[in-house]
């Protein structure tokens, strides 16, 4: 299936590259563009967390009523989402997105002849022999030391991977002494807690408003978790992890994708925070 899907992305960056020329510049057009087309479900999902909120109040009150009944709490907790029509699990569709995400974009970054140029597979396959041969080949990333070693040679094979003087088919732990290789993955790593931090302060903002509201009055009671709201705090933290450790050990150009992701995703989560709260 992430093959399907990196070959649907291939098909889409080398429209991109063909018009812009670079490696790049295509990446940061192709963040963008793919932002905007998920524009719909992050919103519906921000709805949804917004909205789940608002149940808090009787999801507390049920809780407190059967807290003695395990069986009969499930059964009234599934009652109330559906007559809410909402799921308790409908958070996670964003989760499951950025996961094909992420392993997608890998794959294409990874073998960008394979998935991007749709170089045929016989070229690609007799390349990688005469480097292996020369003991001179990348056994993580082949195609990336074609690309390096036989592109300036045959045209099918070329994919112009410099960006602002960096070169995006490096990989920052195969050569530590090249300080340059580090600095897209710092500046991931940077907007990375940005964004923790961000999300962290935005939803323990909410969730202070919503205890004030639901206690108001009442004596606060145990809660009891949350199953949506308890995976969106778990994919906050297993994302980020996942990523900074695959952006030390792969091409510079999947970093790239990443912090421009990030950057897109602040801007996103700030200005949807505040156009929903307007429409409230």
């Known amino acids: 299936m992430i093959s399907f899907f990196a070959n649907i992305f291939g098909y889409f960056l080398n429209f991109l590259y063909q018009n ?3 490696f790049g510049v295509a990446i940061i057009l192709f963040s963008i563009i793919v ?10 999902q921000q709805k949804t967390m917004k909205k789940t ?45 950025q996961i094909i995400l992420l392993f997608s ?16 597979a016989n070229i690609i396959e007799q390349y990688k022999t005469e480097i292996e041969e ?10 990336i030391s074609i690309i390096k070693q036989k592109g300036n040679q045959d045209e099918k094979v070329y994919i112009n991977m410099d960006f602002l003087g960096l070169d995006l088919s490096e990989v920052p732990l195969q050569d530590i002494s090249d300080i340059k290789a580090f600095i897209i993955p710092a500046l991931y790593v940077i907007t990375t807690f940005f964004s923790i ?26 809660e009891l978790p949350n199953p949506m709201e308890q995976a ?13 450790s695959i952006a030390l050990v792969a091409p510079l150009g ?17 200005a949807l925070s505040k156009i929903i709260k307007e429409e409230e």
Do not use: H
Request: charged share 25%; proline share 4%.
């Open 20 to 22: 812009l020329g670079n």
């Open 134 to 143: 020369n003991e001179s080949t990348n056994t993580a990333y082949p195609e």
């Open 232 to 244: 969106n705090k778990n994919m906050m933290y297993i994302m980020p992890i996942m990523s900074i």
């Open 105 to 120: 974009v890998f794959y294409l970054v990874r073998s960008p002849l394979t998935y991007m140029k749709k170089v045929d």
């Open 197 to 222: 931090k961000l999300n962290s302060s935005m939803n323990n903002k909410k969730k202070k408003e919503n205890d004030k509201l639901i206690t108001d009055g009442q004596e606060k009671e145990e």
């Open 254 to 270: 999947l970093a790239l994708y990443w912090l421009i992701n990030n950057i897109l995703m602040i801007i996103e989560r700030l």
């Open 35 to 44: 932002k905007l087309v998920l524009l719909p479900i992050t919103i519906k």
């Open 53 to 97: 909120a608002k149940v808090q109040q009787k999801l507390k009150e049920i809780q407190s009523k059967y807290k003695n009944n395990p069986e009969k709490l499930n059964q009234e907790t599934i009652d109330l989402y559906k007559r809410e029509n909402m799921s308790p699990f409908s958070g996670c569709l964003g989760a499951i997105v």
